[in-house]
């Protein structure tokens, strides 16, 4: 399982690579601190101020050794960099995007060894005392995440640690505003199914709605709307007046198809993306 899940982080390289530039995002606005008298304060100044600088982000003393040879402004440097709490942007980037990565690269590399050889990985579970109902349980109980997250690390240094971090954040734009569309869509659907408390937001929410269902039934669209049809669904809904985070809200609640839902939000998102 170790070499397996090494060839599926390779297979993933390019998709771990455009994660992290999308994480960069918003990282040259990031105030820089340094520790004073023990404590951490900030400098007055940003990371990509001083990146423009061409000054050092990370301080020496905290710096982790695979990031010690780090070129002043760059995407490996910035990871050095001092967060308010004390801790490193490598500590957030560890986190938020190497933790999650990994361990979805080792549950795709599990459903490969059940369906390779079903003898063996039933013999494994059984060693583990798990089953396949929660893959994310079996990697754990296995542990074959913690050594591929330094192989998911070096990858991304080796790709991008030299590279400037206002590069890298460019790079890394057009997922972001992707992923912050599908945040805002989860968002959305755990408003939908939480308690309503009768606020302005449910109001807001409700005549949002309203709109978007009318606009559906203008539209003629086959319910539930299937993928080819996405488009003219945001073309409705836009045409009856919601704005493209209203659009993401109410998508939920629509009779849409999932991959139909993925679609809209892909294309709301290049909408936001396309904005002065």
């Known amino acids: 399982m170790g070499l397996r899940t090494r060839e599926v982080l390779r297979e993933r390289t390019a998709a ?59 995407f490996a ?5 001092l967060t308010a709490d004390g801790s490193l942007q490598a500590d957030r980037f560890d986190a938020q995007v190497l933790v999650p990565f990994v361990l979805e690269t080792c549950v795709l590399a599990a459903r490969r060894a059940a369906v390779d050889d079903p003898q063996a990985w039933a013999e494994l579970l059984d060693e583990l005392g798990e089953d396949d109902d929660d893959l994310p349980a079996v990697v754990r109980a296995a542990e074959w995440d913690a050594p591929l997250r330094t192989e998911a690390e070096l990858l991304v240094l080796a790709a991008l640690g030299h590279a400037p971090l206002v590069e890298v954040e460019a790079e890394g734009l057009p997922l972001s505003l992707v992923r912050a569309a599908e945040a805002e869509t989860r968002r959305a659907a755990e408003l939908s199914s939480s308690p309503a408390s009768g606020g302005p937001a449910e109001e807001e929410l409700a005549g949002a709605l309203f709109l978007a ?5 203008d539209a003629g669209l086959a319910v539930p709307v299937a993928p080819p ?15 493209p985070e209203e659009v993401l809200q109410v998508l939920p609640h629509l009779p849409v198809q999932a991959d139909s839902a993925d679609e809209v939000t892909r294309q709301v998102a290049a909408l936001l993306r396309s904005r002065p």
């Open 77 to 81: 440097d910035a990871l050095s960099a």
């Open 16 to 74: 771990l690579v455009a994660e992290a530039c999308a994480w960069s995002v918003g990282l040259s606005d990031s105030p820089h601190h340094v520790r004073r008298h023990g404590r951490v304060v900030a400098t007055g100044s940003t990371l990509g101020m001083r990146a423009a600088a061409g000054q050092q982000l990370g301080v020496d003393e905290d710096v982790r050794l695979e990031l010690g040879d780090a070129v002043p402004g760059t």
């Open 213 to 217: 269902q009318v606009a559906l039934a």
């Open 229 to 243: 049809d996405a488009g003219r669904l945001l073309t409705a809904l836009l045409g009856e007046g919601l704005e």
